[in-house]
């Protein structure tokens, strides 16, 4: 029975069905985002060349797996536009069918990067680029709005239509807004929703609707293993696509899960999101769903309704399937209005504000990178180029800064030898200025370098002393390296079967050997 109790106590724990529960405020965040996800779901498979039933099916698959699976309650996956942008070139030159394809080996991709807990990895991006990355996708979600205010043809509104469309956003914008103030009994977003839909619905006003676009009917995602030769051909057209789309998606995902922290103060886990996101992709990809990732806009619609479990991510996709299913013709004459006021307030909501002080405050580099990183996420929609450019920049001005800050104190001990106490780490970086402290010729015979308050990092390091240690011996001077730390002294061991790593060994001054 004992046994029995634990083995129920885990599979609590993994759903985190312990924990208390708003079932109320759960369950009215995941209507509101399910309805949320209809037009994103449409608009982002039309992106991809493929039909709006793809898009939706993605949802319904990414939103329910990791909703159930993954490292972070209350966060939304589904179909998004960053997939799409991958996916779009094989859609067009093969078909859904290699799409489908590449999304399963993209899954497993995830599922392995997983397993091998690189979500860690995540640790090494830097504040100025999560800033840029937040602020670039409120930019692209904003101005992803701005093709509700346009016709059939691409021109802009005008007169009463402009007016209409105008008016029912700015009264949904007002509603999530303002509700807040009055009442949390109900999700303001859900409300805004429910009243535009009412307005529009009473009065017979004529404006675009979720219809306009493309119809969501269909039944239960189909079944089927993608009808792709399983050749070493096919293997090598799909795999660059699946690689990326693996890799944004992990990249957007766990930079959501990130921003959710923050907000909740909360952790969530990094490696387990990455292996449901991969567990859903495969899944995403036989039945017939065109993948996906976490979406931070309908994420944060859900974490700012009060949403913090996983119930609110299952009743979005259950939601949303009910909808293709049943509800299509009611969904499909839901006001764009009321969405778009929404997605705008997402946008509002989602754009990092405080960002902007810091423009005299911090320093240039940083600025540097949150503007670049924030003008490639815009531009050239390309998330993992744009936190990959700003993780590099960043790296190379660390790098930078840390090669100046190298120096040594020097002094001579009672017995005539000289010693140089070396301050920071000594790597590719620094090597010019740690090489410029020593004065070979003038030294005496017996030279002593304290690496205790530095450390040797690389292989450029280890070359560095070795060429020192040469020069020293050529003029019939010894050199001593003393206070190593067990890392550095092991890499100058294992240095050694590759160059010539000429250190003297001298027991008097406990050469290697760490400071007490």
């Known amino acids: 029975m004992y046994f029995k109790l634990i083995g129920m106590k885990k599979i609590f724990n993994l759903f985190n069905l312990t924990q208390k529960v708003d079932y109320k405020t759960e369950i009215l965040s995941g209507l509101t985002v399910a309805l949320a996800l209809v037009p994103e779901a449409i608009a982002f498979a039309l992106i991809a060349g493929l039909s709006p039933l793809t898009g939706l099916y993605a949802a319904f698959?990414?939103?329910?797996?990791?909703?159930?699976?993954?490292?972070?309650?209350?966060?939304?996956?589904?179909?998004?536009?960053?997939?799409?942008?991958?996916?779009?070139?094989?859609?067009?030159?093969?078909?859904?069918?290699?799409?489908?394809?590449?999304?399963?080996?993209?899954?497993?991709?995830?599922?392995?990067?997983?397993?091998?807990?690189?979500?860690?990895?995540?640790?090494?991006?830097?504040?100025?680029?999560?800033?840029?990355?937040?602020?670039?996708?409120?930019i692209i979600i904003f101005m992803s709005q701005l093709a509700q205010f346009k016709d059939p043809s691409g021109a802009w509104l005008t007169g009463q239509s402009l007016y209409v469309i105008l008016g029912l956003v700015l009264l949904t914008m007002l509603i999530i807004w303002g509700l807040p103030k009055i009442t949390k009994a109900i999700p303001s977003s859900l409300a805004a929703i429910l009243v535009v839909f009412g307005i529009v619905a009473y009065f017979g006003?004529?404006?675009?609707?979720?219809?306009?676009?493309?119809?969501?009917?269909?039944?239960?995602?189909?079944?089927?293993?993608?009808?792709?030769?399983?050749?070493?051909?096919?293997?090598?057209?799909i795999f660059p696509y699946a690689a990326i789309m693996a890799g944004v998606g992990?990249?957007?995902?766990?930079?959501?899960?990130?921003?959710?922290?923050?907000?909740?103060?909360?952790?969530?886990?990094?490696?387990?999101?990455?292996?449901?996101?991969?567990?859903?992709?495969?899944?995403?990809?036989?039945?017939?769903?065109?993948?996906?990732?976490?979406?931070?806009?309908?994420?944060?619609?859900?974490?700012?309704?009060?949403?913090?479990?996983?119930?609110?991510?299952?009743?979005?996709?259950?939601?949303?399937?009910?909808?293709?299913?049943?509800?299509?013709?009611?969904?499909?004459?839901?006001?764009?209005?009321?969405?778009?006021?929404?997605?705008?307030?997402?946008?509002?909501?989602?754009?990092?504000?405080?960002?902007?002080?810091?423009?005299?405050?911090?320093?240039?580099?940083?600025?540097?990178?949150?503007?670049?990183?924030?003008?490639?996420?815009?531009?050239?929609h390309n998330l993992a180029l744009a936190v990959v450019v700003g993780v590099i920049i960043s790296a190379l001005v660390f790098a930078w800064d840390n090669a100046k800050r190298i120096r040594a104190r020097k002094h001579i001990d009672e017995k005539g030898a000289k010693h140089y106490e070396i301050y920071g780490p000594l790597f590719f970086g620094s090597v010019t200025a740690f090489n410029e402290k020593f004065d070979v010729l003038n030294d005496p015979d017996e030279v002593i370098i304290d690496f205790a308050e530095s450390r040797v990092a690389d292989m450029s390091g280890i070359e560095a002393l070795n060429k020192l240690t040469e020069r020293y011996l050529k003029v019939g001077k010894k050199l001593h390296l003393k206070h190593l730390s067990p890392d550095c002294r092991q890499l100058l061991h294992n240095a050694n079967q590759i160059i010539d790593v000429n250190i003297i060994e001298d027991p008097k001054y406990k050469v290697a050997v760490d400071k007490i």
Request: with cysteine.
């Open 205 to 237: 006003i004529d404006t675009k609707t979720v219809g306009d676009i493309a119809s969501i009917k269909g039944g239960f995602p189909p079944f089927h293993f993608p009808k792709v030769p399983f050749t070493l051909e096919s293997i090598i057209l």
């Open 250 to 380: 992990l990249i957007e995902s766990l930079l959501t899960l990130n921003i959710i922290d923050e907000i909740t103060e909360t952790r969530g886990r990094g490696n387990k999101e990455a292996i449901a996101q991969g567990t859903a992709n495969v899944l995403s990809g036989m039945f017939s769903g065109m993948g996906g990732c976490a979406m931070i806009g309908q994420s944060l619609i859900n974490i700012s309704s009060g949403a913090r479990a996983r119930l609110s991510g299952i009743v979005a996709a259950v939601m949303l399937l009910v909808f293709i299913m049943f509800g299509a013709g009611l969904i499909e004459k839901m006001p764009m209005a009321a969405l778009t006021g929404l997605m705008i307030m997402v946008a509002i909501g989602t754009f990092e504000w405080a960002s902007l002080r810091t423009f005299n405050r911090m320093p240039k580099s940083d600025i540097l990178v949150m503007v670049l990183v924030t003008l490639v996420t815009v531009f050239l």
């Open 61 to 138: 698959v990414m939103g329910l797996v990791t909703s159930v699976l993954g490292g972070r309650p209350g966060m939304i996956s589904g179909a998004t536009g960053a997939v799409a942008i991958v996916i779009v070139s094989l859609a067009i030159s093969h078909g859904p069918e290699y799409v489908f394809a590449t999304v399963i080996l993209a899954g497993v991709l995830q599922m392995l990067a997983g397993v091998l807990k690189l979500g860690k990895l995540m640790r090494l991006v830097p504040h100025p680029v999560i800033f840029g990355f937040v602020n670039g996708l409120a």
